[in-house]
């Protein structure tokens, strides 16, 4: 109960800045977190354990990566992108984000200075605060741009990482701008309906996707009540697709190729979307979508990738690799991080029609 | 009088299923008035008969609606029967379909295949053989034993404790999103249904279902004691055999496609029961009936109750029991 | 049709039952008396087939019981026992229809000729009108009836009753054992029945098997075996036999 309701009451306050940032003196700060708790972090934050693996994305871009002492599951299991952007994070140790099997013993002899969670597992603050006494701060991007960038900053400063902070955050921005700018011209009415696969189901799709409104596209499901409280995600009825006349479907394809549950050439062939704008002129591609939230690097090149599907014309003259690798190098200051993403991937064959 | 009465019933339990699936063809999210249903089927039949319907209607109602209404209607004709029939087998009206292990079996398998097997084996093939090795397993471990209905009965529990425990075990290890699909897999769903899916399953509880209507005399012997049966005639373990591997096969099917769907096994006989009395020649075709509209009302809530899909298996039981606490209030009798 | 026991031998944990050399006759009501635990309802369980015998040893006229199949023999040899288990209420006539289980394969479901056999084995025991009532709401002793008719539906030739008038009052003792008689006479059947009832018994029976241990004490017409020295023996306490209005009373 307690759950539903701080989630509802997150979700009401919205988006202006959710978290911020006070400091008083030099040897502590204090930090507002997803969930609105105040916490208090004592200096610089030297041993980072971090459970919510879009953050452990952002602490390795302001190149924090040597603090981190343990990691999740998730991160370590099922990202493609960390053994590319981190290679040493193969090692870190890996405790798991759910209450129920949590290594509290593990954690205290990781001795973190602080404790970075997912803000949907708030038992997982509660046990932790209870038990092991050390700063946890809840962060997500929820799905917003805004949130994304707030968090950079946020974490920035907690790691005494501001300038990198800042720069990425300008990178991200004026990149994100220069999107926007190419599909301006683009008029309402021409805007590409947008059917998202996501989660390995049909019928589960996300109410909110940024990379798709900022690339010119409309979200089918957007605004649709998430099946899951303090979640984007919904689960519509295969009838409700139908009805929507998608122009494009976008299909999730972070999994890797042979364990996708959902394909494209399955909805291809699936005879129940025969009436479908997308099937008909074979718009059915793959995105990257959520994955454990975001990787800011790996959203931003979706974000140019999506623009040229819906718009080619609007593309410019960089394509997609070359500008992909040069996201990536700058972010995570490796060479060619986004064509070994690709590789594993195959994402050559994305926007083949 | 109260033979007449009971033929209307029974004529009427009978058709219910037909006109609801008729009716439910015309429910749904997409709005298709009744009368624009005729045009549909035709057009379908001949497509020269008219252009007017659309590709979008025809495939919501041919290649969605319909599939999902027929998996309905079967999986609870067969859920009802095989529920009914293990109650007679076990003399114990508070038996269900899924007492010899196959719901935690099909569950296991599922969650084999979504979390670990992938494409290779397809969730609903995987449920069905570990459902089928359950009931195998049960068969197996307890045929040594003298009062074999109860060591059956015990022997199923035990067997779904095991595979609950291999359940949890692969929950462990899944990622959040296997996990996912694992949950509404558990929950049950007719959403998916694909014809191809039912290609299989289908003729599969078809055949289950109309084999077990055939034996429903046959089930009222097999609810006496196995002395009173064996010196009536009756090949005792061969035929409880029989009705276990049929009662199997049509529970695995079902549960193979739709997921874990509860409560209609038991409810559903209990209720045919109080309206025509315990003889398993009327009860069994007559649960078969009211089970199949018991999901397809059931499915056609889920439909448009809200924008996303309740799980149908949260709904039986949500509904279910406490319908099933006021009839067994109101008339003051049990099973007996 | 007579049942011809030779060398009967079944045991299970500590206690056997043997019995040599003993004859059933056909048209006639034998009744088995003895103590509890003297093996009666064991023996009966081992004539009716429900029980497995380990060495051939039943003929029914000459032919060996063993060879038969479930379904032949349930045609030959029917079986009441003594405690019923009941989950499910069934009416009466359906009730006595399921002794009809040994002319129909497992996916037929009864005939109209049935359902005739059934009520004439109600009208026999003088049950016409009870089909539909409830089995579960009669009283024990129109239930030991509706079964004795269920036997008689199976149209077997030896019907095996175990401890028919125990826990019935006066009247439907008496209603119960006649109808044994009538069985018998009318009929033609082999009845054999287990009794703790001695009087009944011996105003009943054409003849007496007398059990103790699990074994045949003596076996004979009431009038020629009994006597007070067999039944001290069989019952392990002094009895004296007693005529009185041309019946016999046993005292104890």
């Not at chain 1, 290594?103 to 038990?131: A, C, G, R, W």
């Not at chain 1, 605004?223 to 009838?239: D, N, S």
């Not at chain 2, 009302?297 to 099933?324: H, K, Q």
């Amino acid at each position: 109960m307690i759950r539903a309701f701080l989630i509802l009451l997150f979700l009401a306050l919205g988006s202006p800045p959710l978290f911020c940032l006070q400091s008083s003196g030099s040897t502590s700060q204090r930090v507002t977190d997803s969930l609105g708790r105040r916490v208090v972090l004592s200096a610089r934050a030297e041993k980072i354990l971090s459970l919510q693996p879009e953050i452990t994305r952002i602490v390795i871009a302001l190149g924090a990566g040597e603090r981190l002492v343990g990691v999740d599951y998730f991160i370590l299991k099922h990202d493609h992108l960390f053994p590319t952007i981190f290679p040493g994070g193969r090692k870190l140790p890996a405790v798991s984000n759910t209450p129920e099997d949590m290594n509290f013993e593990m954690v205290m002899k990781l001795d973190p200075d602080i404790i970075f969670v997912s803000p949907t597992e708030l038992q997982m603050v509660d046990s932790l605060q209870s038990k092991v006494r050390r700063p946890v701060v809840a962060l997500a991007s929820m799905g917003s741009f805004d949130k994304l960038l707030e968090e950079i900053k946020l974490v920035g400063r907690v790691l005494g990482r501001e300038k990198r902070a800042a720069e990425l955050v300008g990178d991200f921005q004026s990149r994100v701008e220069a999107v926007r700018k190419s599909v301006s011209s683009v008029l309402p009415g021409k805007k590409p309906r947008v059917y998202m696969s996501f989660w390995g189901s049909l019928t589960r799709t996300p109410v909110t996707y940024e990379p798709v409104d900022i690339a010119g596209g409309i979200n089918c499901a957007e605004g649709i009540l998430p099946a899951y409280l303090g979640t984007i995600a919904t689960v519509v009825q295969l009838e409700q697709i139908v009805i929507w006349q998608p122009d494009v479907f976008l299909v999730q394809g972070n999994y890797p190729p042979r364990e996708r549950p959902v394909t494209v050439e399955g909805v291809l062939l699936d005879k129940r979307f025969g009436s479908l704008p997308a099937v008909r002129n074979r718009k059915v591609f793959y995105t990257f979508g959520y994955w454990y939230w975001w990787d800011p690097a790996e959203v931003l090149v979706e974000t140019l990738y999506l623009a040229r599907l819906f718009h080619p014309e609007a593309a410019g003259p960089v394509s997609l690799e070359t500008e992909g690798n040069e996201i990536f190098k700058k972010y995570y200051g490796i060479e060619g991080g986004f064509s070994s993403l690709c590789r594993v991937l195959e994402c050559g064959r994305w926007d083949e029609k | 009088m109260k033979n007449k009465k009971a033929k209307v019933l029974a004529v009427v339990l009978f058709l219910l299923p037909f006109i609801l699936t008729l009716a439910s063809l015309s429910i749904g999210r997409f709005h298709i008035p009744p009368k624009d249903l005729g045009r549909t089927i035709i057009q379908a039949i001949s497509p020269s008969a008219g252009p007017e319907v659309s590709a979008a209607a025809r495939d919501i109602l041919f290649r969605i609606r319909l599939p999902r209404l027929l998996l309905a209607l079967m999986a609870g004709a067969a859920l009802s029967v095989s529920g009914a029939s293990l109650q007679a087998l076990f003399k114990n009206p508070l038996v269900n379909e899924y007492i010899l292990g196959i719901s935690f079996g099909a569950a296991f398998g599922a969650a084999l295949s979504l979390v670990f097997l992938g494409k290779n084996f397809p969730a609903q093939a995987a449920a069905f053989i570990f459902a089928l090795g359950a009931v195998l397993a049960v068969l197996l471990i307890s045929g040594r034993f003298e009062s074999h209905t109860v060591s059956l009965l015990l022997t199923g529990v035990i067997v779904s404790a095991f595979f609950q425990a291999l359940l949890s075990l692969v929950e462990f290890f899944a990622s959040p999103y296997a996990l996912q699909s694992l949950f509404f897999w558990l929950m049950g769903s007719l959403s998916l249904a694909t014809w191809k899916d039912l290609s299989i399953s289908l003729p599969v509880m078809a055949v289950g279902v109309a084999a077990l209507i055939l034996m429903r005399w046959r089930l009222n012997v097999l609810s006496l004691s196995e002395e009173e049966a064996k010196s009536m005639g009756v090949n005792v373990r061969r035929e409880k055999l029989l009705v276990i591997l049929l009662t199997s096969m049509i529970t695995a099917a079902a549960t193979a496609v739709a997921g874990v769907i509860g409560w209609i096994g038991l409810i559903v006989p209990h209720l045919v029961r109080m309206m025509v009395g315990a003889d398993n020649r009327k009860v069994v075709p007559l649960s078969a009936a009211l089970g199949a509209s018991v999901l397809i009302i059931a499915d056609d809530i889920t439909r448009v109750a809200a924008t996303f899909e309740i799980p149908i298996g949260i709904l039986t039981s949500l509904i279910g029991i406490p319908f099933f606490i006021i009839l067994l209030r109101r008339s003051g009798k049990v099973w007996l | 049709m007579s049942i011809e026991v030779r060398g009967l031998f079944f045991g299970y944990e500590d206690f056997r039952l043997s019995v040599e050399d003993l004859c059933f006759e056909g048209r006639k009501v034998t009744s088995i008396v003895g103590r509890n635990g003297a093996g009666k309802s064991t023996f009966l369980k081992c004539l009716a087939g429900v029980l497995p015998v380990p060495k051939p040893s039943l003929f029914l006229d000459g032919r060996n019981l063993a060879s038969l199949r479930v379904r032949e023999r349930a045609k030959l040899i029917s079986y009441v026992p003594q405690e019923l288990v009941l989950a499910f209420n069934y009416s009466v006539l359906d009730f006595v229809l399921m002794g009809r289980a040994a002319f129909l394969s497992p996916f037929s479901v009864p005939s109209r000729e049935d359902l005739g056999t059934a009520a004439e084995a109600l009208q026999f025991v003088g049950l016409e009108g009870f089909e539909k009532r409830d089995f579960s709401r009669l009283s024990s002793g129109e239930r030991r009836l509706v079964l004795i008719a269920r036997t008689l539906a199976q149209s077997a030739e030896i019907l095996l009753l175990d401890e028919p008038t125990t826990f019935l009052d006066p009247k439907h003792e008496v209603e119960v054992m006649n109808l044994c008689r009538k069985l018998a006479l009318d009929k033609g059947k082999t009845v054999i029945v287990t009794l703790h009832n001695l009087e009944m018994a011996i105003k009943y029976s054409d003849a007496m098997v007398f059990m103790k241990e699990g074994r045949v004490v003596a076996s004979g017409r009431p009038d020629e075996v009994l006597n007070t020295d067999l039944l001290e023996q069989v019952y392990d306490i002094p009895m004296s036999i007693v005529t009185y209005d041309g019946k016999k009373i046993i005292l104890r």
